[in-house]
């Protein structure tokens, strides 16, 4: 359940959870490449957002760009319904250099996978404000943030990170 300025929003799509293993989902990056999410042995911090062309997400993107991405062996991906290449000229703006930026756009495939889809509300269509953990294939830590106006708990994606030797850096352990 999440709401929007305090009035609840209708989630859609398959939701997952911890324990679960993560859906493989091919979205669109900056660049028209595929972004695979989920289905690799890789740890992926997914970073959900309505659009970067708000202040709450764009200032999520730049904490996570400075801190959860420069974690060796940690990739962070944030996925919006925003297009590539509003995404690229998004990360040349703000300097974000250590984040993999990519699109739902087409088909909303990751937003009913992982149960982010908004199916009502001025959102509708977008996507609501989460994070995913993903380690070794499986979801470690979810976070639906409740309202989507505020920023997710920073703090619980570093410990779940911390806690199953995600990061690499030496000092988490």
Do not use: W
């Not at 730049?62 to 297009?83: C, I, Q, T, W, Y």
């Not at 250099?97 to 992982?114: C, H, I, Q, T, W």
Request: charged residues 20%.
């Amino acid at each position: 359940m999440a709401t929007f300025q305090g009035t609840p929003v209708k989630i859609e799509g398959t939701s997952v959870e911890v324990g679960q293993v993560a859906p493989k989902v091919e979205v669109v990056g900056k660049d028209l490449n595929v972004v695979t999410i989920g289905g690799s042995d890789k740890t992926q911090v997914v970073v959900v957002v309505p659009s970067l062309d708000t202040g709450v997400c764009a200032a999520e993107a730049r904490k996570f760009n400075e801190k959860a991405a420069s974690k060796p062996g940690v990739e962070v991906v944030v996925v919006s319904m925003d297009l590539p290449f509003a995404m690229g000229r998004f990360c040349t703006t703000e300097g974000i250099e250590n984040l993999v930026v990519a699109s739902d756009f087409r088909g909303a495939k990751f937003g009913k996978a992982y149960g982010v889809l908004i199916g009502d509300s001025v959102l509708e269509g977008l996507l609501a404000r989460a994070i995913f953990v993903i380690k070794d294939g499986v979801v470690i830590h979810k976070q639906i943030v409740p309202e989507i106006t505020e920023e997710p708990n920073y703090d619980a994606v570093f410990e779940a990170l911390k806690s199953s030797g995600g990061c690499g850096c030496g000092s988490c352990h």
